[in-house]
């Protein structure tokens, strides 16, 4: 198995601030609010709120006039030393959310998914498993999430962790829509295909009132 951190970082990056740069690693960067010109090897590309980039070329970002948040995912070797804050960048804020160590078997060949999750008043996702592991932040309503005999509740801004292979039920406020978005890795055949499994028969058949808007997902290389 290899051994390997996913990481999430909120960065805060001032209107008219210098670019800041970022080394190569598997990572999925989602404009929380503002905008942002992500300049990579190849080209580089302007992403408006709500949307993302995903790569692994090392990157430079440069916030646009109104500055940018960006909720950052990192997929990185556990034992690697530096934390991933933007030290170099004294005029941005940055912070981590949270990590998770995670093993992914080397047997597979693995991809980056990021995608946005939304549901009605009341919507729940059934008692379901994924095909892997992956950080989540909710960006408005609240999610109750009930695995593993335990339950825990996530409003605007509160990231949580699911190991993908624990069965987890998921229902959503009753007062208001609820929304978020997530980053998590997933066996490559499973790209351009939905990743959930319904643990009973009798939630299969059942009415899904989640939708779902795919952000973008790459391949990644575990070498």
Sequence with gaps: MAELMLRLFEDELPAGGDPVFLPAVARACYVAAG????????????????????GSEPIACLPGASGARVLRWELVAAELAHSGLLHAAPRAGSA????????LD???????RCDEVAFPKGG???????????????????????????????????AWFE??????????SEREATRFVRCFI?????KGRSSIRYVLPEDAAKPKPQRYKLLGERFVDLG
Aim: net charge negative.
């Design 35 to 54: 905008d942002l010109l992500i300049e990579h090897p190849s080209g580089a590309a302007r992403h408006e709120q709500g949307s993302a980039w995903l």
């Design 96 to 103: 981590v959310k949270l990590t998770a160590g995670i093993e």
């Design 106 to 112: 080397p047997g597979f060949g693995w991809l980056m």
């Design 124 to 158: 729940v996702a059934y008692t379901h498993v994924h095909q892997g592991p992956g950080i989540r932040v909710c960006l408005e309503g609240r999610m109750r999430i009930e695995t593993g005999g335990e339950a825990s509740e996530y409003g605007p801004g509160e």
């Design 163 to 172: 190991s993908g292979a624990a069965p987890v039920l998921a229902p959503t």
């Design 186 to 190: 997933l066996p490559r055949g499973c």
